[in-house]
């Protein structure tokens, strides 16, 4: 049997391998990255209404995406701490829910309060409680 | 003598594998770039059109069969009126809604299942593209 040439063949088929291995990574990167500024770029979330609701004594937040992606609440800060809410809450494109959030108001008062999203949007305003 | 360089360009195979990687680094490259710069252009252009959105209440009225509402769009582009709030001292309500007006238009919309509009309360429509028009019913009937 004629053996001659099949390391040329060998090392031929290898670095094919090797180079469709490369571009399928760096494919896959580009698109993982690509993927996540899209979605950066695209996420848009409003404030509808907020609630200071005396019969749970919470504070009711209407929040809609009107954004191009869906978006996941991560935190909400009322007054620059971190409070409990109906976690997990998520909103896809063009829907609105309530986000609940536990902390007892007290009259009068200025709260600030900051949602949070997981790709990092912050909707942010300050609200006075009748 | 230009028949002899182009034969010998023919022939001559080096470098071929540099150019081809550098033709699809290019066009790799150049399909991220034109991509960002499309996805920047489609929210600019959501955002423009946001900022260009101006409606009003203009007015609320007690009718036999519900209430009301005119609403005017002071703006330059069409907007979609998708939720009507009716917020008092006690609750909160929301209403779905779905009404297009046109740039210039004056529209009254009529709700059977809204039968009364408390002086205290404050009337808000939100839009498709997220701006909110507030109406204080106390302020404009004192």
Do not use: C
Request: aromatic content about 10%; overall charge negative.
């Amino acid at each position: 049997m004629d053996k001659r040439g099949i390391s040329a063949v060998l090392s031929s088929l290898l670095l094919t391998v090797v180079a469709v291995a490369a571009m399928a990574i760096a494919t896959s990167a580009t698109y993982v990255i690509t993927t996540n500024l899209r979605e950066n770029m695209s996420e848009r979330v409003i404030v509808e209404d907020v609630w200071f609701n005396n019969f749970t004594q919470n504070i009711d937040v209407y929040v809609r995406n009107v954004g191009e992606v869906e978006i996941y609440i991560s935190a909400v800060y009322v007054n620059h701490t971190s409070e409990s809410f109906n976690s997990p809450l998520s909103l896809e494109i063009g829907a609105s829910q309530w986000l609940n959030i536990s902390v007892n108001w007290v009259p009068s008062s200025l709260y600030y309060i900051d949602i949070l999203t997981t790709r990092g949007t912050h909707v942010a305003d300050y609200y006075e409680a009748p | 003598m230009l028949l002899t360089t182009m034969k010998h360009l023919r022939l001559d195979k080096r470098g071929i594998s540099d150019v081809i990687v550098v033709m699809l680094s290019l066009v790799i490259v150049v399909i991220i770039v034109s991509n960002v710069i499309l996805w920047s252009y489609q929210m600019n252009q959501f955002d423009w059109e946001r900022m260009q959105e101006n409606v009003e209440i203009v007015g609320i009225v007690s009718v036999a069969n519900g209430t009301t509402f005119t609403f005017q769009n002071k703006g330059s582009v069409t907007v979609q009126l998708v939720s009507l709030w009716i917020d008092s001292s006690t609750i909160h309500q929301r209403y779905d809604m779905d009404l297009y007006i046109n740039a210039g238009d004056t529209v009254n919309y009529t709700r059977d299942d809204i039968s009364f509009v408390d002086n205290a309360s404050i009337v808000k429509v939100t839009t498709e593209r997220g701006n909110i028009s507030v109406f204080t019913p106390s302020l404009q009937n004192p």
